[in-house]
């Protein structure tokens, strides 16, 4: 892929990779390449196997068989330029949101923490607990936990699911943001096809344990969402979803 004129990098790259439960496939061979500065959404139904897809990256969980590849080394663990957002925020409760983010960061300065706290808008919220915060407030707190970490890809697993339509539309908001400021590579995990239009720059539907399509979305940012533009690439998804015979839920 040329951006500018410029060759962008391969980050990641899947190379026929697939996972079985107790002798259930869940995943048949998938190839999948991922470059610099890409945001690929994954969508399907239910059960199709885009959070386990989501996993075996982020090196959470081993493929059965096939390898993945981020930045020509085999993904076989966990690393520090990978990190994950998910629903759930899992902050510490006893813990302000400052304390929070400087769990494991023992050489944080207090710039670098204030500078990231006003990335996602916290800085009046630094010395609240988790609980007295807003959902979306406590998914910043996990947003800016990551960023203190500097990934070079962001995994994102439905992390907007519970918010309500408001907050997480500006959690998208803020997401895109980031993704175009840090030039992160990203890839977001969704059952939401106008979040999926809204972000990506292709999605990817998983369905029937395979790979079933990538569609590139080459819409101008930052995206109109009631533009006759997005609604057809939206009803475009609908109906090759329906035409594989695999349902968005929700």
């Known amino acids: 892929m040329n951006k500018g004129g410029f060759k962008m990098q391969t980050v990641l790259e899947l190379k026929a990779v697939t996972k ?26 239910s059960g199709a196997g885009k959070s386990t897809l989501l996993r075996m990256i982020a090196g959470l969980s081993a493929p059965s068989s096939g390898s993945i590849w981020q930045n020509q080394q085999r993904v076989t663990t966990t690393n520090a330029m990978t990190r994950i957002m998910f629903q759930n925020p899992r902050l510490l409760p006893w813990k302000t949101v400052a304390q929070n983010l400087s769990i494991g960061q023992a050489k944080i300065t207090s710039e670098q923490l204030a500078t990231t706290l006003a990335q996602v808008d916290l800085t009046a919220n630094q ?22 970490h500097h990934p070079e890809l962001l995994l994102l697993d439905e992390p907007f699911g519970a918010l309500d339509a408001f907050t997480r539309q500006s959690m998208q908001q803020l997401i895109e943001n980031l993704w175009k400021a840090q030039q992160l590579t990203a890839l977001l995990v969704t059952h939401d096809i106008e979040e999926a239009v809204a972000l990506a720059s292709k999605i990817v539907i998983v369905g029937q344990q395979q790979l079933l399509q990538e569609i590139p979305i080459n819409l101008p940012r930052p995206r109109d969402r009631h533009s006759p533009a997005f609604k057809a690439i939206v009803q475009q998804i609908i109906s090759q979803l329906e035409t594989s015979q695999v349902q968005p839920a929700g």
């Open 127 to 148: 010395h609240q607990y988790p609980l007295t915060l807003s959902g979306g407030q406590q998914q910043r707190v996990a947003l800016a936990r990551i960023l203190l």
């Open 20 to 45: 079985k439960f107790n002798g259930q496939t869940i995943l048949n061979p998938i190839d999948l390449t991922i470059q610099q500065n890409d945001f690929i959404a994954v969508i399907g139904k």
